[in-house]
C-alpha cells in the first residue's frame, strides 16, 4: 500500500511561482512512476507531469517550460516546481504514484488546491 501526501499550494499572483512536494510511504516498487495531474472545476483530471525512477520526465504542452518535476528516490518524494503560473492554471493538485508509465497509478493523494490571481 502506498500513502501519498502533496503539501506546497496556495495562492499566487500570475506570473508567480509555487512548489508542490508529494511525500510517499510504502513499497518503492509500486511508485516507480511518480506524476502530478490537475482538476479545474468542471474540467476532467489531466496530466500534468510525470517522473520515472530513473528520471525521464514528460510534460502536458501547456506547462512545458515552465513547470519542473523532480524526484527523491531516497526520500521517496516528488517535487513539482511551478514558475510563470497563469490563472489558467488554477486547479486542485494530486500527486500520483504506479508502477508502470502504461498506465495511471492506482496511488493518489488528497490534493493541494493552487490558486493564481490575475
Known amino acids: 500500500q502506498v500513502q501519498l501526501v502533496e503539501s506546497g499550494g496556495g495562492l499566487v499572483q500570475a506570473g508567480g511561482s509555487l512548489r508542490l512536494s508529494c511525500a510517499a510511504s510504502g513499497s518503492i516498487y509500486s511508485m516507480q512512476v511518480m506524476g502530478w495531474y490537475r482538476q479545474a472545476p468542471g474540467k476532467q483530471r489531466e496530466l500534468v507531469a510525470q517522473?520515472?525512477?530513473?528520471?525521464?520526465?514528460e510534460y502536458a504542452d501547456s506547462v512545458k517550460g515552465r513547470f519542473t518535476i523532480s524526484r527523491d528516490n531516497a526520500e521517496k518524494t516528488a517535487y513539482l516546481q511551478m514558475n510563470s503560473l497563469k490563472p489558467e492554471d488554477t486547479a486542485v493538485y494530486y500527486c500520483?504514484?504506479?508502477?508502470?508509465?502504461?498506465?495511471?497509478?492506482?496511488?493518489w493523494g488528497q490534493g493541494t488546491q493552487v490558486t493564481v490571481s490575475s
Open positions: 517522473i520515472a525512477y530513473g528520471g525521464s520526465t
Open positions: 500520483n504514484a504506479g508502477p508502470s508509465r502504461l498506465a495511471v497509478g492506482p496511488y
